[in-house]
C-alpha cells in the first residue's frame, strides 16, 4: 500500500500522532510515513517516499544493523516485535520501536525516549555512587589502622573515578606543618621528598591554611603554581578536602588522576562526603589511641606501686 492508496481519514490520524510511524513493504521500500517520522529522518517527505530504507540509514550503518535485523526478523516471522536502539540518524536520540509486520510488508511505530533514558541513566548513576559512598563508609567502620582505611577507600574510588593517586597529610600541632601519613601511586623516594609541607605550600597546604577545598583542573596546561608540584607528576586533575572533625581541622585528603582533565560535580560531591566521614573516623580512631596509651599508662604505674609496697 503506498501513499495514494491509504485513506485520507487515515493519513489524518496519523498526522496528528505525536510518535513516528511509517511503513516499508517487502522491497524495503518507504510507502507512507507521517510528519513525525519525517522529523526523525530529518529530510523532506518526497525525499523519503519510494526510498530503500538503507539508504535514508546509510549514514549510520552500525546502529541501523539493529533495525534491519529486527525488521526482517519481523518479517519472516509475521509476529509483532519491540525494541529500544539507538536511533540511526542521530546518536543522541534513543527510541522504542513496534513493528507490526503483514503479508505485503511492515509498519514501524518509533517513539522518542531519549528524556526517560536520561533519566533513567541519572538514576542508575546516583544509585551507582550510592552503593559507593556505602562501600566507603564499610571500609571506615570495620578497619582499625588509618592506612587500612585510606588504602581500601582508594582503591573503591580509584576503579570509579579513574584515580591514580592520593594523599593523606595530618596536621603536626607541635610542627605546625603538614605531615604525609598515608598515600598511593608514588613511590616511597617520592613521597619522602613530599613528607612535610609548609602551611600555604601546594595544593594541601593551601586547602590547609584556608580550610576549603580546592579543585584543579586542566592541571597539565596550568601556570598555577600551586599545582606544579602534582603537574610534575603528570596529574592532570586534583582535588583535596580538608578533613574536619566537629569543627576541628585535622588534615588534608586528596585524590589525583592523569586520565582525565576534570571531576563532575556529582564525583566532587561524593568525595566531599567521604572526606567528612573520614575526618570523623580518624578523630575516633586518634582519641581510641590516646585512651588505650593513658590506659596502658596508668596500669604500667599500678604495677610499678605495687611492686614498690611488696
Known amino acids: 500500500m503506498n501513499q495514494e492508496q491509504i485513506s485520507l481519514?487515515?493519513?489524518?490520524?496519523?498526522?496528528r500522532i505525536s510518535d513516528g510511524v511509517f511503513?516499508?513493504?517487502?522491497?524495503?521500500?518507504?510507502?507512507?510515513?507521517?510528519?513525525?517520522?519525517?522529523?526523525?529522518?530529518g529530510m523532506n517527505e518526497s525525499d523519503c517516499i519510494g526510498k530503500?530504507?538503507?539508504?535514508?540509514?546509510?549514514?549510520?550503518?552500525?546502529?541501523?544493523?539493529?533495525?534491519?535485523?529486527?525488521?526482517?526478523?519481523?518479517?519472516?516471522?509475521?509476529?509483532?516485535s519491540h525494541f529500544?536502539?539507538?536511533?540511526?540518524?542521530?546518536?543522541?536520540?534513543?527510541?522504542?520501536?513496534?513493528?507490526?509486520p503483514s503479508s505485503d510488508g511492515i509498519t514501524i511505530w518509533v517513539k522518542d525516549i531519549t528524556s526517560k533514558k536520561k533519566v533513567h541513566e541519572t538514576i542508575e548513576d546516583k544509585h551507582q555512587k550510592l552503593a559507593l559512598l556505602m562501600d566507603a563508609t564499610y571500609h571506615l567502620y570495620t578497619k582499625n589502622e588509618p592506612k587500612e582505611i585510606f588504602d581500601s577507600l582508594f582503591n573503591e574510588l580509584a576503579e570509579h573515578l579513574d584515580l591514580d593517586v592520593y594523599f593523606n597529610y595530618q596536621?603536626?600541632?607541635?610542627?605546625?606543618?603538614?605531615?604525609?601519613?598515608?598515600?598511593?601511586?608514588?613511590?616511597?623516594?617520592?613521597?619522602?621528598?613530599?613528607e612535610w609541607l609548609e602551611m600555604g605550600e601546594a595544593v594541601c597546604g593551601c586547602v590547609a591554611l584556608s580550610q576549603k577545598r580546592i579543585v584543579a583542573e586542566k592541571i597539565d596546561s596550568s601556570d598555577d603554581p600551586r599545582v606544579q608540584l602534582v603537574k610534575g607528576m603528570g596529574i592532570k586533575t586534583y582535588a583535596c578536602h580538608p578533613?574536619?572533625?566537629?569543627?576541628?581541622?585535622?588534615?588534608?585528603?586528596?585524590?589525583?588522576?592523569?586520565?582525565?582533565?576534570?571531576?563532575?560535580?556529582?564525583?566532587?560531591?561524593?568525595?566531599?562526603?567521604?572526606?567528612?566521614?573520614?575526618?570523623?573516623?580518624?578523630?575516633?580512631?586518634?582519641l581510641?589511641?590516646?585512651?588505650?596509651?593513658?590506659?596502658k599508662k596508668r596500669r604500667e604505674q599500678m604495677q610499678q606501686n605495687q611492686i614498690f609496697f611488696q
Open 52 to 80: 530503500q530504507l538503507d539508504q535514508l540509514f546509510n549514514d549510520r550503518e552500525e546502529n541501523a544493523k539493529v533495525f534491519f535485523d529486527k525488521i526482517n526478523q519481523s518479517i519472516e516471522s509475521q509476529l509483532r
Open 9 to 15: 481519514p487515515l493519513l489524518s490520524v496519523l498526522g
Open 171 to 194: 596536621f603536626n600541632e607541635s610542627e605546625q606543618k603538614l605531615q604525609l601519613m598515608n598515600y598511593a601511586g608514588v613511590t616511597e623516594a617520592v613521597a619522602k621528598e613530599l
Open 23 to 41: 511503513g516499508i513493504n517487502l522491497n524495503g521500500e518507504v510507502e507512507y510515513l507521517n510528519d513525525q517520522a519525517v522529523s526523525l529522518f
Open 243 to 286: 578533613l574536619m572533625s566537629y569543627g576541628k581541622f585535622v588534615g588534608t585528603l586528596s585524590f589525583g588522576s592523569s586520565k582525565r582533565s576534570k571531576f563532575t560535580e556529582e564525583e566532587i560531591a561524593l568525595i566531599y562526603k567521604i572526606c567528612n566521614q573520614l575526618a570523623v573516623t580518624l578523630d575516633r580512631l586518634s
Open 288 to 295: 581510641i589511641t590516646e585512651l588505650t596509651r593513658k590506659r
Open 84 to 100: 529500544e536502539a539507538v536511533w540511526p540518524k542521530d546518536e543522541t536520540k534513543w527510541v522504542e520501536v513496534n513493528l507490526y
